[in-house]
């Protein structure tokens, strides 16, 4: 495991629809890259800061986790965990034909 990994995932939406998890600092890094300019917020510049904190090893991992979680909360793009297990088992299902694996 990284020194970057999150200590748990952060599920996110995209505006594809898709739910990637978000699993260390790189990861929210490209997710907040691809992020239209014209959306960020004041909270996505505490994300920012808290995220470079973290690269500097400023500040514990887990600050990092909690602001990015944050920004994409207020974005909108926050999933709760049983929503987004819900959905990689149903595309597990659709892998498998029909069956869960």
Avoid: Y
Wanted: glycine share 6%; aromatic share 8%; net charge positive.
């Amino acid at each position: 495991m990284s020194e970057r990994t999150f200590e748990n995932l952060v599920f996110v939406t995209t505006a594809e629809g898709l739910t990637p998890d978000i699993s260390c600092l790189e990861d929210a890094c490209h997710f907040r890259d691809k992020w239209p300019g014209h959306r960020h917020r004041a909270m996505d510049e505490t994300a920012v800061q808290a995220r470079r904190q973290a690269f500097d090893g400023q500040v514990p991992m887990k600050k990092a986790q909690v602001a990015f979680a944050g920004f994409a909360r207020s974005a909108k793009s926050l999933q709760n965990i049983s929503t987004a297990m819900l959905r990689m088992t149903w595309a597990k299902a659709g892998e498998t034909g029909g069956v869960a694996a």
